[in-house]
């Protein structure tokens, strides 16, 4: 019953920017810690950027000052804004729920970014 929908991914060039969203149901988003992943291409799975119920964010030093993570709690979505996307930004981006007893993960959108 737990989904998470993502959407907003594409192609830009670089220098650009995009916003991702993550529509949840079956979940509250603002009473469980969330978070962004992303796989590039040929490359492990790293962590982006969390945000925990309690409203504290991090992000990983590669996207700091260029990215930010918010959620609209009325509308149960997380966000993921991203500017000055550079080609090293070009991997499938997750979006993650951790509540007290799983994990849960979106199915993934493409975020590609030329140069």
């Known amino acids: 019953q737990v989904q998470l929908v993502e959407s907003g991914g594409g192609l830009v060039q670089a220098g650009g920017s995009l916003r991702l969203s993550c529509a949840a149901s079956g979940i509250i988003a603002s009473a469980n810690d969330m978070g962004w992943y992303r796989q590039p291409p040929g490359k492990q799975r790293e962590l982006v950027t969390t945000?925990?119920?309690?409203?504290?964010?991090y992000y990983a030093d590669s996207v700091k000052g260029r990215f930010t993570i918010s959620r609209d709690n009325a509308k149960n979505t997380v966000y993921l804004q991203m500017n000055s996307l550079k080609a090293d930004d070009t991997a499938v981006y997750y979006c993650?729920?951790?509540?007290?007893?799983?994990?849960?993960w979106g199915q993934g959108t493409q975020v590609t970014v030329s140069s």
């Open positions: 993650n729920a951790r509540s007290a007893y799983r994990d849960y």
């Open positions: 945000i925990t119920r309690f409203g504290a964010t």
